[in-house]
């Protein structure tokens, strides 16, 4: 394939020039023709069975499924011809024979594909008087309910299951008007990865269960971010309700995820929604900690960070810029961190992808700047440091240490048992309120931006850190995260090179990442 | 150079104020003995009659087992263009599509009738009321029980076989 022939042929009366083997589909794609289809998924086999895609192809004897017949040299292929219109109409009310039009209480409503393209292209009214078959909704295991009445039958979650996760748990079962998506005996939606079903189905059929009935799509604010909650780094996009995220989706990434996010990562967002959030700077009074101003918190961090030397304990969950500040502010001392670790779930039908056993977003990042990995988080503090608490808890670890520190310093979203000790008390935005940059296990650096608002007085890490710097009397004048991120770039060599722009919503590996075998593509057919 | 200015004879008729000044008083005097019948509607004892297509006060309509009819879509808030229903979709205790919240601040509301032409379920509706009086400006945002209290008559929608109503 790498030299592979250039095909031409002309779609809609625009030329086209792709590489011998492509479907006329991806073809029209790459023309900005986008042909109607429901069982055709670019990170799934071809099935070619919901007859949605078809078009005309001149001199072809009948109309041909666009997703799987193979470009042509001056194929001329028409997908808004009368012939191909009214095909399409004719299968789009073949589907809704039995579709039971129940889009105010479907949860698809609004991202539904067969609502879509029923409004595009097909009919106005239902010829057919019968009653609907009716199947009762039944629960797949997982995260996963199934409406049967909704189905279409395109089987994009049986190939899933069975070519992506390699672990074939569903199966069209029945046969003609009656046939619906059935388990094998004995298997559930167990499978780690399984909920991504819900989003391959391209009507309200699979449905997630955290999710039904809490937001219509089109409520939903969406925001390009990173999945926060392994290393793997899967690109996704943020969707937030009334300032609340309610679900993280898949953002295709051919380098990082393909298509497909796991349940864990998917599910696990709720932490962001905390309600129990350090709002207000704090500094320490004769009567404990009180409420003050930014600038006095930072001049009084500023007051006790100077001279003395720093040891940081962060969290694996701050961005490259916050982690890059903060190795600032050491002053000859060191850094650790610590994070939580799982199970490892690999999606074996994509290379390179897997729910990663170290739950946090920016371990390689961490450990590029010089923060050191260790189960005994204060192991290196020394006698009389100061001591700063980035965004970790301190769970679980002995707290007499802590009492070696001359001074504690937390920065963090929300109030740690330490800030008992601690003089100052800096409130940061998490992670789905700010921007920044995160490098994943394999030494991908990605953005993720502010999918929502920070409460109260919250500001972003890297403005709290950038400020701090600039009252220690450092060369600090930091107004975007974009700024933080060309200085890190400029002083640390693995980032030379890159920038925001660079970077783009998919990222770029870092200048000494080890190079990673290209994602394998599914063979068309497999 | 003196200004010239032109005077025009008109008939005595045409210019005396007192016959006009007669003719208005003449009709004055007339109505205080009610001639032609009173015009003056003595509200609130008597009502002027409304449309059938009276656009008033939101009413929710509910099923023979006394629920909302209600199933929380949302299409009434998206379609509001006033902003004034609050919903917030849930489930009931069958784990139906419900509406956990349901608010339209009455206010707020600038009674185009929208919600209740998109309504899917005919639940919503603006009814043929207007007569609303609260201590408090927060008595006027209806909740789904308030809603569902109503009794009045609600707005009919319009037929385009009978565009006048007739």
């Known amino acids: 394939m790498v030299d592979a022939k250039i095909v031409n042929l002309t779609i809609e009366g625009r030329s086209v020039s792709v590489p011998e083997g492509t479907t006329i589909l991806e073809a029209a794609k790459t023309a900005g023709i986008l042909i109607p289809h429901y069982c055709y998924h670019p990170g799934l086999p071809i099935a070619g069975v919901c007859r949605m895609c078809l078009v005309e192809v001149e001199k072809a004897p009948k109309l041909a499924p666009s997703c799987a017949t193979t470009v042509a040299e001056g194929q001329v292929v028409h997908v808004h011809s009368e012939k191909s219109l009214d095909a399409r109409k004719g ?19 609004g991202e539904c594909e067969l609502q879509d393209y029923t409004y595009q292209e097909g009919r106005e009214d239902s010829r057919y008087r019968e009653p609907k078959r009716f199947n009762p909704a039944e629960d797949f295991g997982g995260d996963v309910i199934y409406v049967p009445n909704r189905c279409i039958l395109c089987t994009r979650c049986v190939r899933f299951m069975e070519d992506v996760a390699h672990d074939p748990a569903l199966n069209v079962s029945e046969r003609g008007d009656r046939a619906l998506i059935g388990k094998f005996e004995g298997k559930d939606l167990t499978h780690p990865w399984a909920a991504n079903v819900v989003d391959l189905c391209p009507v309200g059929a699979l449905l ?83 409420a003050a101003s930014w600038e006095d918190a930072i001049s009084a961090t500023a007051r006790a960070l100077n001279g003395k030397k720093v040891f940081v304990v962060a969290s694996p969950m701050l961005s490259n810029e916050s982690l890059f500040l903060l190795t600032q502010i050491m002053q000859g001392g060191g850094g650790a961190f610590r994070v939580t670790e799982g199970e490892e779930a690999p999606l074996p039908g994509v290379e390179d992808l897997a729910l990663r056993r170290e739950r946090a977003a920016n371990v390689y990042g961490a450990e590029k700047l010089g923060f ?58 998490n992670f789905s309120e700010e921007e920044g940059t995160v490098t994943n ?73 080890p190079a990673t075998a290209p994602k394998a593509p599914i063979a068309v057919g497999a | 150079m003196a200004i010239k200015v032109k005077v025009v004879e008109r008939p005595t008729d045409d210019v005396s104020y007192v016959r006009a000044t007669l003719k208005g008083m003449a009709l004055t005097v ?120 109503q009794t009045h008559p609600v707005c009919e929608m319009w037929d385009p076989e009978d565009p006048k109503g007739e």
């Open chain 1, 91 to 109: 299968v789009l009310e073949m589907l809704l024979i039995n579709h039971p039009l129940d889009c105010p209480i479907c949860d698809q409503s």
């Open chain 1, 208 to 290: 997630s269960k955290d999710f039904l009935n809490k937001a219509r799509a089109w409520e939903l604010d969406r925001t390009a971010s990173i999945c926060p909650n392994c290393t793997q780094g899967c690109n996704v996009t943020m969707e937030t309700r009334e300032n609340q995220v309610v679900r993280m989706r898949p953002r295709p990434n051919e380098n990082v995820n393909a298509f497909f996010m796991c349940d864990w990562g998917r599910l696990n967002y709720r932490w962001m929604n905390e309600k129990n959030r350090a709002e207000h700077p704090m500094v320490r009074a004769k009567n404990g900690l009180v």
């Open chain 1, 372 to 429: 050191k990995k260790t189960r005994d988080l204060l192991g290196g503090l020394g006698q009389g440091d100061v001591l700063v608490i980035a965004g970790e808890d301190l769970a679980g670890i002995d707290a007499s240490a802590v009492s070696r520190a001359g001074d504690v310093i937390v920065i963090s979203s929300v109030l740690p048992e330490a800030a008992g000790k601690a003089s100052v008390v800096l409130p940061i935005a």
């Open chain 1, 441 to 513: 296990l394999r030494g991908r650096v990605q953005r993720f931006t502010q999918a929502k608002q920070a409460p109260g007085e919250t500001r972003p890490s890297w403005l709290v850190l950038g400020d701090l710097l600039g009252a220690m009397g450092k060369q600090a004048n930091f107004f975007l995260p974009s700024e933080v991120f060309a200085k890190l770039a400029s002083s640390n060599s693995a980032f030379t090179g890159l920038s925001y722009d660079s970077l783009g919503f998919k990222g770029l590996p870092l200048v000494d990442a």
């Open chain 2, 30 to 149: 007339k109505h205080l003995f009610d001639v032609q019948g009173r015009v003056t509607t003595q509200y609130p004892e008597e009502k002027s009659p409304i449309s059938p297509r009276w656009r008033g006060t939101h009413r929710m309509l509910t099923t023979e087992t006394g629920k909302a009819r209600c199933v929380a879509c949302g299409l009434c808030p998206t379609v509001c263009p006033a902003n004034c229903i609050k919903l917030v979709p849930g489930e009931d205790e069958e784990g139906n599509r419900y509406p956990l919240v349901f608010e339209i601040d009455e206010f707020r509301c600038i009674f185009c009738g929208f919600c209740q032409e998109v309504c899917p379920e005919e639940a919503i509706h603006v009814g043929r009321h207007y007569e609303n009086s609260e201590y408090s400006r927060e008595g006027f945002v209806y909740d789904l029980q308030r809603l569902m209290d």
